[in-house]
């Protein structure tokens, strides 16, 4: 539901979409930029007028979708212009009444929507499906009646895009709403397109929220939204989308990034205009039919570029776009610019004989100046910038009969199914719960680059970049990688945890043995979340005899095992494993294994010693059972833990425990993070503003960039943890929270 977004914009955010001498551009647009062409702005409010007065006679275009129709005929000059007609008056008429809290009727955002699928050439079945997309969320139709108007595609798209409901999920309507729009993606990947259409639209009109609303929507529009749509291509949507967040989360950056475009658009000079000159002459007198244009970087880009150079200078601020009509003619403008300017070769990549995995092609390369500066020039066909703007919503209906002249090669010929989203969708339906699904989401769409190995049979996989041969073999044979012991990278014995790259040929070594295992250790080297709850999943069933044996954790002990088998601070005394942990806080009450105080447990055997296991660390109102052990102790573990299962069927006899009146506890957490700086400053306050007291804390060092952090938290309410686990997740970088595991592996 968007009713709540307003115009206008968080102060500096544009609220429009922006149009440029080769199509849509992305991102905010300084006032102070002359050289940046546009299409004067859509009135939103007087399309709401229109959508309220205008027209809606049967067999007549209503005159608020005007704007709707011109956008959709230069895309599809031949496109059937009835559902959109029809769509649109159910949409007004059920949307009547309701307004967005700018005051603007309802209907102005189910046309913006549209309009920007339009414009990036979506068909006529998308746009249609758009214009109705809030209808079953928002109103009294019903998918049933979408059905029997607009038809089965119709009726499939709009039910991907509507969200669960919160009466029915709780806390978990939001994952639980991505998982389901994923699902359907999974079957048409027009849901996620309207999908990045409609959060475009609402972070465009962002402003009337409240600050720590909008930062809450910006960080899922960041973790999640923008990386789909990379992944998808559309890049148009992706830019505009990251200086939308850029602006709302980090509005100083921003401000000092648009003083920087307004003074380079304020100077006489403009060396990128200088360059396109002299390509332009060379172009032409090499005879190669061809459009030269500068396209000025959006916010972010210029952002991370001036962090990597310093001081910019004129070249930094844009590229230079080459659009030429034959795949062909890329490759002769190429070679007529290398041989008449002077190019830095280091910089070229050619990406139409190898497209990237999200359809993308394109040739790049570098020009230097006289003076030093350095142009990035991008070279491609008039369809390549189409597919380069918009990915998948340019390719029209990707599930029409293909043309007999469409290439058949791999992902390109199939972009109804990429590699990622199948992969994403075998993993996600072994994420146990809502909270697993997302944090494992944000760590998959937080690798961003992607790598193909090949198989001894010909065959590919395609990988993260930074995937081990653990990887490669659970993509291959999924759960039935357990059985493998060991690889073949390009003809060489090679470990499990060797980091593959890019052309790699990976042969996968099965053990005959049917009792063969995977290695506790294979986590460490796991990369990928199929690979990771895989893994995950076959340790929990199979606890080993000294988590069955030993999980105990006395709750007065001086010095405790740590989740890990070392040994934590004591009062006075060292690290038990000083090279792999760094104390950074003590107590004379810390211990790992503390899960609450002793009054939290009533047991049914009268003078017996309560220990709180290690293994699962139970806390208030965990259901909980009891064991005896040597001296009359009896160790309290959660019902689901493994170990329960693995004693029972040994015969353990179960000692009745239960929760007292207490509520306070000590609870174990492990964070799982990417590093970046500040990570633990941010940790530490997310955890003070939940209320906990941190007992003690340790970071271990990075792993391949990666970072694990364990908390001994103690909390005044136990029934406060899931919400503190939340907030701890919820700050960037962070992939991962869970109660803390006796001797797992976080990798």
């Known amino acids: ?52 007065l205008g027209s809606a006679t049967r067999d007549r275009l209503p005159d608020a979708i005007g704007h709707v129709v011109d956008a959709h005929r230069a895309h599809h000059p031949d496109a059937d212009l009835e559902p959109l007609r029809r769509a649109y008056v159910l949409a007004e008429s059920s949307h009547r009444g309701q307004m967005r809290k700018s005051g603007e009727p309802y209907i102005t955002h189910p046309l ?24 079953v969320e928002d109103t009294d139709v019903t998918l049933a009646q979408v059905r029997e108007h607009f038809g089965e595609e119709v009726r499939y798209l709009v039910d991907g895009v509507t969200k669960l409901e919160k009466v029915d999920y709780g806390s978990a309507a939001e994952p639980e709403t991505f998982r389901k729009m994923l699902v359907a993606t999974g079957n048409d990947v027009r849901v996620m397109s309207i999908k990045l259409a409609d959060r475009l639209h609402n972070m465009r009109t962002l402003g009337v929220m409240r600050p720590e609303k909008q930062a809450r929507i910006a960080k899922v529009t960041r973790d999640v939204l923008i990386p789909l749509a990379e992944r998808l291509g559309v890049q148009a949507l992706k830019t505009e989308l990251e200086d939308l967040v850029f602006a709302i989360l980090h509005p100083e950056e921003y401000e000092h990034t648009r003083a920087m475009i307004a003074e380079n658009a304020a100077r006489p000079d403009d060396p990128l205009a200088e360059i396109a000159d002299e390509m332009r002459a060379v172009l032409n007198e090499a005879d190669i039919p061809s459009e030269v244009l500068i396209r000025p970087r959006h916010f972010v880009s210029l952002h991370r570029v001036s962090r990597k150079r310093g001081r910019l200078r004129g070249c930094d601020f844009g590229r230079l776009l080459v659009l030429v009509n034959e795949d062909a003619d890329c490759y002769g403008v190429l070679g ?11 910089e070229f990549k050619d990406f139409i004989a190898v497209p990237k995995f999200n359809l993308y092609q394109s040739l790049h390369t570098a020009l230097a100046r006289v003076d030093g500066q350095v142009a990035e020039v991008l070279i491609r066909t008039h369809q390549m910038h189409k597919v380069a703007e918009a990915g998948v919503i340019a390719l029209g209906n990707p599930y029409a009969p293909p043309a007999s ?40 769409l937080a690798q961003d680059r992607e790598i193909t190995v090949f198989r001894p049979d010909g065959g590919t996989l395609g990988l993260p970049e930074g995937a081990t041969c653990v990887d ?60 990771r709850i895989a893994i995950q999943r076959w340790l929990a069933a199979h606890p080993t005899a000294a988590e069955t044996d030993a999980p105990e954790t006395s709750l007065r002990g001086a010095g405790e095992r740590s989740p890990r088998g070392g040994v934590e601070p004591s009062p006075g005394g060292a690290a038990g494993s ?27 055997r009268p003078g017996a010693s309560v220990r709180l296991a290690g293994c699962c660390t139970p806390v208030p109102p965990d259901e909980v059972t009891g064991f005896a052990v040597r001296g009359g102790v009896v160790t309290v573990h959660r019902v689901e833990c493994a170990a329960v299962a693995r004693m029972k069927s040994a015969g353990r006899a179960e000692v009745g425990v239960r929760w007292g009146e207490t509520t306070e506890c000590r609870v174990t957490l492990v ?10 400053a941010d940790l530490t306050e997310a955890i003070a503003l939940e209320g906990a007291e941190i007992v003690s804390a340790t970071v271990e060092p990075p792993t391949q960039q990666r970072v694990r952090h364990t908390y001994t938290l103690q909390l005044a309410d136990a029934a406060h943890l899931p919400a503190l686990m939340r907030a701890m997740r919820n700050v960037a970088g962070v992939y991962d929270v869970s109660r803390a595991q006796h001797h797992v592996s976080a990798w």
């Not at 007529?336 to 280091?346: A, D, F, G, I, Q």
């Not at 990429?418 to 944000?442: H, I, K, M, N, V």
């Not at 593959?500 to 996968?508: F, M």
């Open 1 to 52: 539901m968007s009713a709540e977004a307003t115009n206008p914009a968080t102060p500096g955010v544009v609220s429009g979409p922006m149009t440029g001498p080769s199509g849509p551009m992305t991102g905010p647009a300084p006032a102070s930029a002359p050289r940046r062409r546009s299409l004067p702005r859509i009135d939103l409010r007087r399309l709401g007028r229109a959508a309220l």
């Open 112 to 135: 913006a929507v549209t309009l920007i699928l339009a414009e990036l050439g979506a068909e006529t079945t998308t746009l249609t499906a758009s214009l109705l997309h809030d209808t």
């Open 336 to 346: 007529e610019l290398h041989t008449c300017m002077t190019p830095v070769v280091s």
């Open 405 to 444: 002249d469409d290439p058949a090669d791999g992902e390109r010929a199939d972009p109804t199914r990429p590699g990622w989203l199948s992969r994403l969708l075998e993993w996600q339906r072994a994420a146990p719960d809502p909270d697993t699904f997302w944090s494992t989401l944000r760590e998959d």
């Open 472 to 531: 490669a073999a659970y993509a291959q044979y999924g759960e039935d990688a357990h059985a493998c012991i060991g690889a073949r990278v390009n003809g060489r014995l090679a470990t499990l945890s060797t980091v593959l790259k890019d052309g790699d040929t990976v042969q996968l070594l099965m053990g005959q043995d049917p009792a063969s295992e995977p290695s506790r250790e294979w986590l460490e080297h796991a990369h990928t979340p199929a690979a």
């Open 578 to 604: 000083p090279a792999s942990r760094i104390p950074l806080a003590t107590s004379a009450t810390a211990s790992s294994g503390d899960s609450a105080p002793t009054d939290a447990v009533v047991v049914d």
């Open 671 to 680: 964070a799982e993070s990417f590093g970046r700086p500040h990570l633990l």
